[in-house]
């Protein structure tokens, strides 16, 4: 694993969370934006996907999962064990 940055210089303030999934375990790498509705999908491993309004993100594809969000509430992400959105929790 690479060092974690202290803080990125992003113009937005956007958190990151990244999940590194056991191999072949992420089939779909989606999330959805509770602010703007938008779903977004991340397809391939640099395939980074922003909702309309820019609060949330995914990226990964299907070798990792990382999101980010202004606010832990503006997201939801796909669980394909249920096949529906869940919200994240904050750990
Ligand atoms: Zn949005």
Not at 6 to 29: D, E, F
């Amino acid at each position: 694993m690479k060092k974690k940055k202290s803080s990125t210089s992003s113009k937005k303030k956007i958190k990151a969370k990244m999940t590194q999934a056991p191999q072949g375990s992420i089939l779909i790498n989606r999330a959805k934006c509770t602010k703007c509705d938008s779903i977004i999908e991340s397809k391939s491993v640099h395939d980074f996907v922003e909702c309309k309004c820019g609060r949330i993100f995914v990226d990964g594809g299907l070798t990792y999962q990382r999101f980010g969000f202004k606010e832990i509430s503006d997201l939801l992400i796909w669980n394909c064990a249920t096949n529906d959105f869940e919200k994240v929790t904050n750990n």
